[in-house]
């Protein structure tokens, strides 16, 4: 059932919290980044999802991120997912400055971390193949609408729904 109390999404079901919203708005994009490619998932600021990482290159990149004090990595969704040792040209433009939240090693060998989206950045160039991917990259600027604007919106998809 859908409320027509346009509060329903901010008071009762809060994404995040509006201080962890600020933080995320103002997070600083390193210049230069180590890459995470992403075969089948494209991650968005603020978005917690779990990432399983099998990849040599992808495990070094990962394995440093973590025992790093900010633990973030850039992920670039590849253009095929079909594709087992990705290219640069085999992957998108633009990508997401992640934090590593938790790493779990798996008895496989293979890790899984949880990853949250913090900004949108786009690739510059890459400067760095080995031991994993290295680009220099800067911020995308984002425009989010005000509360009122963003009321007006919740509504209008209410009404659309």
């Given at each position: 059932?859908?409320?027509a109390?346009?509060?329903f999404i901010?008071t009762?079901f809060?994404?995040?919290?509006?201080?962890?919203?600020?933080?995320?708005?103002?997070?600083?994009?390193?210049?230069?980044?180590?890459?995470l490619?992403?075969?089948?998932?494209?991650?968005?600021?603020?978005?917690?999802?779990p990432?399983?990482?099998?990849?040599?290159?992808?495990?070094?990149l990962?394995?440093?991120?973590y025992a790093?004090?900010?633990?973030?990595?850039?992920?670039?969704a590849?253009r095929n997912?079909?594709?087992?040792?990705?290219?640069?040209a085999?992957?998108?433009?633009?990508?997401?400055?992640?934090?590593?939240?938790?790493?779990?090693?798996?008895?496989?060998?293979?890790i899984?971390?949880v990853?949250?989206?913090?900004?949108?950045?786009?690739?510059?160039?890459?400067?760095?193949?080995?031991?994993?991917?290295?680009?220099?990259?800067?911020?995308?600027?984002?425009?989010?609408?005000?509360?009122?604007?963003?009321?007006?919106?919740?509504?209008?998809?209410k009404?659309?729904a």
């Amino acid at each position: 059932m859908i409320l027509a109390d346009s509060s329903f999404i901010d008071t009762d079901f809060p994404m995040m919290s509006e201080a962890e919203e600020k933080s995320m708005h103002g997070e600083q994009v390193p210049e230069l980044l180590g890459i995470l490619p992403l075969k089948n998932t494209v991650l968005y600021p603020g978005v917690v999802i779990p990432i399983t990482v099998g990849r040599d290159k992808s495990i070094a990149l990962v394995k440093e991120a973590y025992a790093s004090p900010d633990r973030l990595v850039g992920v670039i969704a590849q253009r095929n997912m079909h594709i087992e040792d990705p290219e640069p040209a085999d992957l998108f433009r633009f990508g997401t400055l992640a934090r590593i939240i938790k790493l779990i090693r798996m008895p496989d060998g293979s890790i899984t971390i949880v990853i949250q989206g913090r900004a949108r950045f786009e690739v510059g160039e890459f400067v760095q193949e080995e031991p994993y991917f290295k680009a220099r990259v800067h911020k995308l600027t984002e425009e989010y609408p005000t509360k009122k604007e963003s009321q007006v919106l919740v509504r209008s998809m209410k009404r659309e729904a």
